[in-house]
Structure formats: structure tokens, C-alpha cells
């Protein structure tokens, strides 16, 4: 079955400091994947999405690229800010499955950015 | 930017007990999930729905029914909690194609003593 793993629990970065969170993920078909975000004591919002025209996903400094090859969507951010600080989820959706209407999150990666 | 309401924000019952968990979206979605989130875990999707009276089962649904009883509503419920289901629970809806995005409600924190 589909899967999205994140391998960082938490990571912790000072702030200024390039983001890089980690999301591989296997799947049968050609799926699409997603980044939401939770901030403290908040629902989970949609960050990015990789089927935006065959543009880079870009929202609010972070941005991800799909690499079928290698299975990932990593997400990147060249400065980290204090307001970084949150949940991240990886999530797919596959296309071409049954079960097309679910998505599948990743176990998620904290996010702490310090002075 | 869509809406969708929980009910209550937090509730705590006892081993045993009868708990509903109430979700409304006021914009005309078709899809409607019951997640719950836990340290470790992420998010797990338990129940989901793409319309009135119709229910799909979701990955983690043992212990727990759904009703989907208008577009707008569907409800969550434990028939006799344990405390394995103490957990925070969201609802969230998504319209059929489009972005696909899925917009959550506030969540539900549950205690089961």
C-alpha cells in the first residue's frame, strides 16, 4: 500500500538558517503530494501541493519539488524565521488507486527555530 | 476560505461511555474525514464519506462508527470508549477534483479515564 515516511521527529535550527525537511514515500501509481502545516494548538493547513502546472511549489518562502526517481518531495526554505516554528506533515494522494479521495500523511517533522 | 465546525472542543468521559463527535462544513463539499492525531503517529484517518449516507472505512476504524447524515454533517461515535481512544480528532472536508486540498475543522480533544 501507499505510504510517506518523514525521518525527523523534530528539528531544530537557529534561525536564518536554511530548512530542509525530509519526506520520501512509496507508491503503485503516480501519485500526488502535499506539505501541510500545524502551528501550535491549530489546525493543519495545506502548505504546498505538487501538481501546480509543472511550476516549483512556492508558498510563503517554502518551497518542495517532486523527484519521481527518488521517491521524495522534500521541503526547503532558504532562511528559517522564528514563525517557521510548527508541525510539518508530507502527505500523498494517489491518482490512479481506489482509494484516490484519501490522503496518507507521514508520521511528521517539529519544526523549532530559535534565536 | 472554507469553514468546518467541531463539537464539542473538548470533552471527557469514562471507560466505557458513549461519546458522538459532531463535525459540520458549510460549503458544499462532497468529501468529509474523521482523523485523529497522536504524538508519534501523525495523523490517521479513521472514517470518511463522499456524501450523505455513504461511508467509507479508513485505516484505523476499529472502535469507531460514523454517520454521514447530510452533506453537511457527519458525526463520530464511540460506543464504549477506552482509553486507547483518548486522542485529539479533526474533521476535514475537501470538494470533489479541483486542488484536492483538504480543510480542517479546529479539533476535538478527548479524554477517556
Known amino acids: 500500500g501507499d505510504s510517506v515516511t518523514q525521518t525527523e521527529g523534530l528539528v531544530t535550527l537557529t534561525e536564518g538558517l536554511p530548512v530542509m525537511l525530509n519526506c520520501t514515500y512509496q507508491?503503485?501509481?503516480?501519485?500526488?503530494l502535499f506539505w501541510y502545516v500545524q502551528h501550535l494548538n491549530e489546525a493543519p493547513k495545506l502548505l504546498l501541493k505538487s501538481f501546480t502546472d509543472n511550476k516549483r511549489p512556492e508558498h510563503q518562502g517554502f518551497h518542495a519539488t517532486l523527484h519521481k526517481s527518488s521517491s521524495s518531495f522534500h521541503l526547503q526554505k532558504s532562511s528559517a524565521q522564528l514563525s517557521d516554528s510548527a508541525l510539518y506533515y508530507c502527505?500523498?494522494?494517489?491518482?490512479?488507486?481506489?482509494?484516490?479521495?484519501?490522503?496518507?500523511f507521514g508520521q511528521g517533522t517539529s519544526l523549532s527555530v530559535v534565536p | 476560505e472554507a469553514a468546518v465546525t467541531q463539537s464539542p472542543r473538548n470533552k471527557v468521559t469514562v471507560t466505557g461511555g458513549n461519546v458522538t463527535l459532531s463535525c459540520r462544513q458549510t460549503n458544499s463539499h462532497n468529501y468529509m474525514y474523521w482523523y485523529r492525531q497522536d504524538t508519534g503517529h501523525g495523523l490517521r484517518l479513521i472514517h470518511y464519506?463522499?456524501?450523505?449516507?455513504?461511508?467509507q472505512i479508513g485505516d484505523v476504524p476499529d472502535g469507531y462508527k460514523a454517520t454521514r447524515t447530510t452533506q453537511e454533517d457527519f458525526f463520530l461515535l464511540l460506543e464504549l470508549a477506552s482509553p486507547s481512544q483518548t486522542s485529539l480528532y479533526f474533521c476535514?472536508?475537501?470538494?470533489?477534483?479541483?486542488?484536492?486540498?483538504?480543510?480542517f475543522g479546529p479539533g476535538t480533544r478527548l479524554t477517556v479515564l
Open positions: 476535514a472536508s475537501r470538494e470533489t477534483g479541483g486542488s484536492y486540498e483538504q480543510y
Open positions: 507508491s503503485t501509481y503516480s501519485p500526488f
Open positions: 502527505a500523498l494522494s494517489d491518482e490512479a488507486s481506489s482509494s484516490f479521495s484519501k490522503l496518507v
Open positions: 464519506s463522499y456524501g450523505a449516507g455513504n461511508l
